[in-house]
């Protein structure tokens, strides 16, 4: 059992008191009185925050989850010790002797609990159902959705995400039988229309992939990929680093979709010093705080959610109670878990707790203590 006193963010608002969690890794005991913002970000006690949530993690500590191995808890282990408390891996597009691999080495971790790292909730499969003139950072390995393929995988670690351009080959027509599947389909990599994003969400697609990015951008008379979410979404993930979209941007984006939440797509490079390291069957750089291919295309990231969550606050101007949101709570919504994302009696214990300039001090994943 661990005990926390200080700030706590709940549902409901901060409090000041106590939180207890219970010999399953669940929250007990959760009593105090509310106290505003300004209070706890003037004080000096600790401020309990539901963990982070990242939806889309391809790396860091040196590890690319393609590679398969003890690559996964690796990478866990880094972006718990930046608050991280649950994540999906997130796997590149690939030849499928790749991906088979890589599945291969999380289920294990998609399955077990108490690896004193951040949970693994499962996979985010990002391609290699994309467009080809879309790739960002991804190795030219597309193919159309295939649905032996996905269930093939699927049965061997949980796709909790996938993301595909609604425009390639029959890839819309397959989305109804993916949310039947219970994997959440995702519009991305795309250089789909409007109406073919409108179409995609009529059939039951619920987000976009690192909005903005390598997708079809708004001009007014052409309004893209990117004015099907900003018209339509409920949700959309963006990458809060402040290089891959700018602050304007994410300000517009937050006005318009009630439920954006962040992601780091995150590469083996994050918590590593400057160098080259694998993203996928692709080798990256990373300097000056950015991640590229050879030709400068941005590669994924070295952000972190911890620092994520200051960007929101320092300098996109949030408050930390809506931040939180944003790092945490509408990630958990979107994959429908109610016990994870809040910090409320019976919830999982999963906890990031910050001081007053929201370093993380101290991180619990389910109960157990696994930063100090
Ligand atoms: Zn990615």
Known sequence: MSVFEGFILTPKGFMEGRLESDASGRIGALVGHAVDESTVRAGGAGIAM???????????????????????????????????????ATTMTAPQ????????????????????????????????????????????????????EIARLHAVAPIRLLTLAPEVSNNQALIADLVAMEIRVQLGHTTGTYEQGVQALRCGATGFTHLFNAMSALHHRDPGMVGAALAHAEYAEIIPDLLHVHPGAMRAALRAIPRLYCVT???????????????????????????????????????????????????????????SRRVSTFAADHLGLQDRGRLAPGAWADLAIVDRDLQVQQVWVEGALVKR
Do not use: W
């Open 50 to 88: 539901p963990g982070f949530i990242d939806l889309h993690v391809h790396g860091g500590a040196g590890h690319d989850i393609m590679e398969g191995g003890d690559a996964a808890l690796q990478v866990s282990r880094l972006h718990a010790s930046h608050g991280t408390t649950s994540l999906l």
């Open 97 to 148: 002797e790749d991906l088979d691999l890589a599945f291969a080495a999380l289920a294990p971790l998609c399955f077990q609990r108490g690896h004193y790292a951040a949970r693994v909730l499962g996979v985010h499969l990002e391609g290699p159902y994309i467009s080809e003139a879309r790739l960002g950072a991804q190795p030219a390995f597309v193919r159309p959705a295939n649905l032996a």
């Open 265 to 323: 797509d995150s590469t083996a490079a994050a918590g590593m010093p400057d160098g080259d390291y694998q993203l996928g069957r692709h080798t990256v750089t990373k300097c000056l705080g950015g991640v590229r291919l050879p030709d400068g295309t941005l590669a994924g990231s070295v952000l972190t959610m911890d620092a994520a969550l200051r960007n929101l606050v320092d300098t996109v101007g949030l408050t930390l109670q809506d931040a």
